[in-house]
């Protein structure tokens, strides 16, 4: 790019001259700030698009009407993981309604009666490529839940899903730190973060076959 003619922006016109460099840094950093606003502010929004679970669901009132996660959330007898919970583990309680809200009211009318799977989004799902086993590191390493998906567990509502527009990826895979910043073991679960664990548990990032299969 090549610099303008003086004479075409008038400075010899304007001995001062100091307007001109005053306007230029002016307009720098008005970009500058509408380019980071955009970046980190407008760019993640438009990334991401959001909505709501099927309806409301409280973890709270559920550990104190049923007492344990296992109930719900349980290795079935091949070792393999339940994952999120399907009708068979509502039913027992929700034939009869709890109470009278209207979450209650939405899964009773449309799943309970009508015996219909909850289509539950799931905030954590790797892309299909990915091998992941909750019994290596649920039962093996002895790992808590909240290492890896934070405090849900303990959460009385659940967030929106928020998903990529470009990759498809949840949102928690890649964190809510546009930038890729974490300050929590569960706040991004790139490629790197499973690595990175790996590697301080057990001294490798491991084969590309141990996660690909
Ligand atoms: C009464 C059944 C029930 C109990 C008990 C329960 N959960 Fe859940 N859990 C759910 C439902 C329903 C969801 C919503 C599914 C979703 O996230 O899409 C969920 C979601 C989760 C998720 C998010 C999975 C994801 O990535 O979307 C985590 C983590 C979780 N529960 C942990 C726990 C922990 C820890 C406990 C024990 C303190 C527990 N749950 C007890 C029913 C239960
Ligand atoms: C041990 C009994 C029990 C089981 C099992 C159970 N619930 Fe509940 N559920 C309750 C009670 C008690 C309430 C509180 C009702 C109230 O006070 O409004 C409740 C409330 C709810 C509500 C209203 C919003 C909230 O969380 O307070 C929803 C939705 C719900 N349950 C869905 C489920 C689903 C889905 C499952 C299965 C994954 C399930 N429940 C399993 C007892 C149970
Ligand atoms: C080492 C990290 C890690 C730990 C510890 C962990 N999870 Fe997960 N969890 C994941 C990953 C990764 C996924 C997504 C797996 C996938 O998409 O293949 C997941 C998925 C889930 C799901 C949704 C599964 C589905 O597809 O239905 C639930 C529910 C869940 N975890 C609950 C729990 C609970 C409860 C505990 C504690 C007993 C726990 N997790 C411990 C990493 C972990
Ligand atoms: C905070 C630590 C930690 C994180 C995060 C973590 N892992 Fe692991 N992982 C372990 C440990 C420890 C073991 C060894 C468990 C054992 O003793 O068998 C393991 C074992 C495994 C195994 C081997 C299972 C087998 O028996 O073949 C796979 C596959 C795996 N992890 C995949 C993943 C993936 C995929 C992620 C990210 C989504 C992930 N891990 C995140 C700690 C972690
Ligand atoms: C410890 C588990 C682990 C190991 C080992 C691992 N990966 Fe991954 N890989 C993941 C996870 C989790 C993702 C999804 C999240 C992401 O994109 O970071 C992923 C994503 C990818 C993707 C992007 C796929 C897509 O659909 O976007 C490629 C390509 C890939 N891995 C290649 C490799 C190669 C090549 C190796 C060996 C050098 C390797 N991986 C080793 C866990 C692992």
Redesign the pocket.
């Known amino acids: 790019m090549s610099l303008p003619d003086e004479k075409q922006t008038g400075r010899e016109q304007n001995p001062k001259g100091g307007g001109d460099s005053g306007w230029v840094a002016l307009f720098f950093i008005a970009g500058l700030a509408a380019s980071l606003a955009f970046g980190w502010i407008v760019f993640p929004k438009l990334l991401y698009s959001k909505s709501e679970q099927p309806f409301q669901f409280s973890h709270v009132t559920h550990a104190d009407a049923v007492g344990d996660c296992e109930s719900c959330h349980f290795f079935r007898e091949d070792g393999s993981y339940a994952g999120v919970p399907t009708l068979e583990q509502c039913i027992e309680c929700h034939e009869e309604a709890q109470g009278e809200s209207e979450a209650e009211r939405i899964f009773v009318e449309e799943y309970v009666e009508q015996e219909k799977e909850v289509p539950w989004k799931i905030y954590s799902e ?1 892309p299909d490529c ?4 909750h019994a ?2 649920v039962k ?2 002895g ?1 808590e839940c909240a ?2 998906h934070g405090d849900i567990g303990e959460s009385e509502s659940l967030k929106p899903y928020e998903e990529n527009r470009i990759t498809g990826y949840s949102r928690d895979i890649w964190g809510k730190s546009i930038g890729g910043f974490k300050k929590n ?1 569960w706040d991004r ?1 790139k490629m790197d ?2 690595g990175e ?2 590697k301080r ?2 001294g490798s990032k491991g084969p590309c076959f ?2 690909h299969k």
């Open positions: 790797q990915v091998f992941f086993s290596a590191h093996g390493a790992m290492e890896c073991s679960m973060d499973c664990c790996h548990e057990m141990q996660c």
